[in-house]
């Protein structure tokens, strides 16, 4: 039963134009979401997060929109540059769980 | 300030052999937890130390079993090894008192684990 769904397994686009990374989750009991970056032959790196909350996170040229009646995130980056480069994973986490539930990731090319 | 430390970087065992693996937390972070990366697949929850007591367990058998030191490094020890074993494998280290969570643990490079 996979509780977080990462549907596109790539994306490319154009430097200086919108990336758009897509999420679904099933658990509505999911009460935070955040998004790690991850290069080849390194761990996963901290992108943003969103608590249920909210449904905008902005962080300089990322930000995190969550549609909760919809159970769907998604992570805007704006402008894409080349070093965006990465496998990019959804995650979500429950309030008093320590466990963290990861899609499949999206491998997003940015070109030059 | 370091990161998050994981050694070996590669590992080559025999099926039913035992590994160990292990890890340094980042400076001052008191939690750690592991993750298991099949490949195609997104990080899946092994389990968690809080001030070396267990904190939370996801979908593995229990020959998979792990330890946290009072300098809070870590290790993962998996017995019996089987082909499916073969994996990243990935440490992660917080500091908010076990709820890390949300705030975005650090992870270490990870351990590459091949069985065969």
């Known amino acids: 039963d996979q509780q977080v769904k990462q549907n596109s397994p790539s994306l490319s686009v154009q430097e200086g134009r919108i990336s758009i990374l897509n999420c679904d989750y099933t658990?509505?009991?999911?009460?935070?979401f955040l998004w790690y970056k991850k290069y080849p032959a390194e761990g996963p790196t901290f992108l943003i997060s969103?608590?249920?909350?909210?449904d905008k996170n902005e962080d300089g040229r990322f930000t995190v929109f969550l549609n909760k009646s919809a159970k769907h995130l998604s992570l805007h980056i704006v402008p894409s540059q080349p070093g965006d480069s990465a496998v990019y994973f959804c995650?979500?986490?429950?309030?008093?769980?320590?466990?963290?539930?990861f899609g499949k990731g999206t491998k997003l090319t940015v070109n030059p | 300030e370091t990161g998050v430390t994981q050694s070996p970087t590669h590992l080559i065992k025999t099926r039913g052999q035992q590994v160990t693996l292990r890890c340094s937390s980042q400076?001052?972070?008191?939690?750690v937890s592991w993750y298991q990366q099949a490949l195609g697949q997104g990080p899946q929850f092994i389990f968690q130390y809080y001030r070396e007591e267990e904190n939370g367990r996801g979908n593995f058998p229990p020959r998979f079993s792990g330890l946290q030191f009072p300098n809070y490094s870590s290790e993962l020890n998996v017995n019996a090894l089987e082909l499916d074993d073969s994996a990243l494998y990935l440490c992660?280290?917080?500091?908010?008192?076990?709820?890390?969570?949300?705030?975005?643990?650090?992870f270490g490079s990870g351990t590459r684990l091949t069985v065969v």
């Open positions: 658990n509505s009991m999911f009460d935070y």
């Open positions: 969103i608590s249920s909350i909210k």
């Open positions: 400076s001052g972070h008191n939690t």
């Open positions: 992660a280290s917080s500091s908010v008192g076990g709820s890390g969570g949300s705030y975005g643990y650090t």
């Open positions: 995650a979500a986490g429950q309030g008093g769980s320590e466990k963290l539930v």
